[in-house]
């Protein structure tokens, strides 16, 4: 018997294609920027440090469904910072890093050959490695009338965008939610990057203006990587609709898949505490502005970027031309191309590097 791989199903992974470009960028005289991954480089805020070391005996398992504190705590956030109503605990469970979840949730959910996944148009791979583990087939468009006629078993949204920095406007997340709901799809948002929005304002797909007061058909990913520099912890959850959560949590359960105990308490420590969301808010809106005066001032044009970590831009060119270029000066960055067709000329750019190696990377960029 010969037995396929399972990694032949998945798409190469797109990150080993930056490698020799990350060695020309690593060989500049006064070292890389790397601004290719948005990884945090900020401290954990102590607040959340401490209740990690006051949960430290955390002898027994914990369970998948989390505990209550940590769920009531995603609940009152999600209430106080964006307006969700009607959410109960019942709707909310921790998952272990939102990657995990978004890779996951096809297989979770029973989706398989011949399904079919709808992705935004340019979008985070891990939505279409999700896919391709269980065999169904994927679409990428922003379009709904180019969906066609077949039900899709799964439609991701994801606002604030990565890599793009896009926010849909409520008109469309509302336009989605209702065209799901008629046939019956669910809808996953993605809503990692929604406390980090610089221009206008980001809504979840759980607000009453957006989903009509029902959660049901809908859910939305919620990470605190960014927010709260807990990318380590692997700290994040998923809500909305209490039946699909219910179907989640049954699946999960006998796989095993659990948020440790001293991480739910500390999730419940960054979600109570707004005062260190702000003040990370204001170093990446500084960061963000050094970046892009200087790439503008180096010829990029800006496109959408309102939100997330990131500055989608272009010189009108091959990503890949604009990765080597600027690798050559020291800045790696991600070409558009990791994201599908449509950023093919684009590159991300991505903030969370520390205030010297942004404005290092300025500085170069004033001299190209």
Same mark, same amino acid.
């Given at each position: 018997?010969?037995?396929?791989?399972?990694?032949?199903?998945?798409?190469?992974?797109?990150?080993?294609?930056?490698?020799?470009?990350?060695?020309?960028?690593?060989?500049?005289?006064?070292?890389?920027?790397?601004?290719?991954?948005?990884?945090?480089?900020?401290?954990?805020?102590?607040?959340?440090?401490?209740?990690?070391?006051?949960?430290?005996? +955390? !002898?027994?398992? $914990? =369970?998948?469904?989390? /505990? *209550?504190?940590?769920?009531?705590?995603? #609940?009152?956030?999600?209430? &106080?910072?964006?307006?969700?109503?009607?959410?109960?605990?019942?709707?909310?469970?921790?998952?272990?890093?939102?990657?995990?979840?978004?890779?996951?949730?096809?297989?979770?959910?029973?989706?398989?050959?011949?399904?079919?996944?709808?992705?935004?148009?340019?979008?985070?791979?891990?939505?279409?490695?999700?896919?391709?583990?269980?065999?169904?087939?994927?679409?990428?468009?922003?379009?709904?009338?180019?969906?066609?006629?077949?039900?899709?078993?799964?439609?991701?949204?994801? +606002? !604030?965008?990565? $890599? =793009?920095?896009?926010? /849909? *406007?409520?008109?469309?997340?509302?336009? #989605?939610?209702?065209?799901? &709901?008629?046939?019956?799809?669910?809808?996953?948002?993605?809503?990692?990057?929604?406390?980090?929005?610089?221009?206008?304002?980001?809504?979840?797909?759980?607000?009453?203006?957006?989903?009509?007061?029902?959660?049901?058909?809908?859910?939305?990913?919620?990470?605190?990587?960014?927010?709260?520099?807990?990318?380590?912890?692997?700290?994040?959850?998923?809500?909305?609709?209490?039946?699909?959560?219910?179907?989640?949590?049954?699946?999960?359960?006998?796989?095993?898949?659990?948020?440790?105990?001293?991480?739910?308490?500390?999730?419940?420590?960054?979600?109570?505490?707004?005062?260190?969301?702000?003040?990370?808010?204001?170093?990446?809106?500084?960061?963000?502005?050094?970046?892009?005066?200087?790439?503008?001032?180096?010829?990029?044009?800006?496109?959408?970027?309102?939100?997330?970590?990131?500055?989608?831009?272009?010189?009108?060119?091959?990503?890949?031309?604009?990765?080597?270029?600027?690798?050559?000066?020291?800045?790696?960055?991600?070409?558009?191309?990791?994201?599908?067709?449509?950023?093919?000329?684009?590159?991300?750019?991505?903030?969370?590097?520390?205030?010297?190696?942004?404005?290092?990377?300025?500085?170069?960029?004033?001299?190209?």
């Amino acid at each position: 018997m010969t037995r396929t791989p399972v990694s032949r199903r998945l798409p190469d992974f797109p990150w080993d294609q930056l490698l020799p470009y990350a060695a020309t960028a690593r060989a500049h005289p006064d070292g890389v920027v790397d601004l290719s991954i948005g990884t945090p480089v900020d401290p954990t805020p102590e607040v959340v440090q401490q209740a990690l070391r006051d949960a430290a005996d +955390s !002898p027994g398992y $914990p =369970t998948t469904l989390g /505990l *209550p504190a940590t769920r009531q705590a995603a #609940v009152d956030w999600l209430a &106080r910072s964006h307006g969700v109503t009607g959410l109960g605990l019942d709707g909310v469970l921790p998952v272990v890093g939102s990657k995990e979840l978004i890779a996951g949730l096809p297989t979770h959910l029973g989706v398989g050959p011949g399904d079919l996944v709808v992705l935004p148009e340019v979008a985070y791979p891990t939505y279409e490695v999700g896919a391709a583990l269980v065999g169904a087939e994927t679409l990428a468009t922003d379009s709904l009338t180019a969906i066609g006629p077949r039900t899709p078993a799964l439609l991701w949204l994801n +606002s !604030p965008s990565n $890599p =793009t920095g896009r926010v /849909l *406007p409520p008109d469309h997340l509302r336009k #989605v939610v209702q065209w799901c &709901r008629e046939r019956g799809v669910l809808l996953v948002s993605d809503e990692c990057y929604l406390e980090c929005t610089w221009e206008g304002e980001a809504l979840s797909v759980l607000h009453p203006d957006i989903s009509g007061g029902s959660h049901e058909g809908l859910l939305a990913v919620h990470s605190l990587s960014k927010r709260s520099n807990l990318a380590g912890y692997r700290c994040a959850f998923v809500a909305g609709d209490p039946v699909v959560v219910a179907e989640l949590l049954a699946v999960r359960k006998n796989l095993g898949l659990m948020m440790p105990g001293p991480q739910q308490r500390a999730m419940v420590a960054a979600l109570d505490d707004d005062d260190h969301a702000r003040e990370q808010h204001a170093h990446y809106a500084a960061r963000r502005g050094v970046l892009r005066e200087a790439l503008e001032g180096a010829g990029f044009a800006i496109s959408h970027s309102e939100a997330s970590l990131y500055l989608w831009a272009t010189r009108a060119e091959s990503c890949w031309d604009t990765v080597a270029s600027l690798a050559e000066r020291g800045i790696l960055v991600a070409p558009g191309s990791f994201y599908g067709r449509a950023g093919e000329q684009h590159v991300r750019v991505a903030f969370t590097a520390t205030d010297e190696r942004v404005a290092a990377a300025a500085e170069r960029l004033a001299r190209a």
